[in-house]
């Protein structure tokens, strides 16, 4: 799949799954990259962000935009964030003639990555993930699920096969994580890096920490 390009758009697709916080963390890290970013929250979405996190997010997408701005104390005319609605066939992510950034479904719920492989296409999470493929762009799916049947497993793998990036929500401990906060920023990390975008939430194998010790001491 094609190389993102800084200047585009990033769409940040949010499933029913647990690991809300993946998610927000995610967009507030690009936000603060200058990384402008489109989301889309699916109905199962809202009632899991609700239980792991304590922001609760309307059902309309112009009040979940005002709502995520508050989040991440933006001003509410910045259009560092759209947000767009799950039926909403007009939107740029919903061909491929439109946006032509990357996109990141995280957290993705089995469900979804099963109409993903199949190319059902029946909202716009879906259509945008299609859309992805069909234009060789760059897809991450991070599915959260434990544990994985057969069919999640070779869903898995024929989306690997058809370019897609899989990052299951697996944090590592090689880095000693003193908080929730660090196990989140493990997974979001991987994320940035095969998006492009410079973070400093996890040094590179090898390279010192901000203490000065290596990854792998």
């Given amino acids: ?11 940040v697709a949010v499933t029913g799954a647990s690991g809300t916080p993946y998610a927000l963390r995610l967009i507030e890290v690009l ?26 997010l309307p059902g309309k997408p112009q009040g979940q935009l005002l709502a995520l701005q508050q989040y ?5 005319d910045s259009t560092m964030i759209r947000v767009f609605g799950r039926d909403d066939w ?30 059902a296409s ?16 760059k897809m991450i799916l991070v599915p959260r699920e434990s544990p994985y049947s057969e069919i999640h497993l070779n869903n898995m793998l024929s989306l ?5 990036v899989i990052i299951p929500a697996s944090p590592g401990f090689y ?4 908080s929730l906060q660090d196990i989140i920023d493990f997974v979001v990390a991987r994320i940035l890096n095969q998006l492009g975008v410079p973070q400093s ?13 290596q990854q792998g001491e």
Avoid at 95 to 116: D, E, K, M, R, Y
Avoid at 175 to 178: I, L, T, W, Y
Wanted: glycine share 8%.
């Fill in 201 to 213: 939430l996890m040094p590179k194998w090898g390279e010192p920490d901000s203490t000065g010790e």
């Fill in 31 to 56: 936000v603060a990259a200058g990384r402008p970013v489109d989301v889309i929250f699916s109905k199962a979405a809202l009632l899991v962000t609700a239980t792991e996190t304590d922001l609760t």
């Fill in 175 to 178: 880095n000693r994580p003193q």
């Fill in 72 to 76: 991440l104390k933006l001003e509410a």
């Fill in 122 to 137: 029946d909202n716009l999470i879906e259509r945008a993930a299609d859309v992805a493929l069909k234009e060789d762009r």
């Fill in 90 to 119: 007009m939107a740029p992510w919903a061909s491929g003639s439109g946006q032509p950034g990357p996109l990141v479904i995280c957290p993705c719920s089995t469900g979804t990555l099963s109409a993903i492989a199949v190319g």
């Fill in 160 to 164: 690997k096969r058809m370019g897609a």
């Fill in 1 to 11: 799949m094609t190389t993102p390009n800084p200047a585009e758009r990033i769409c």
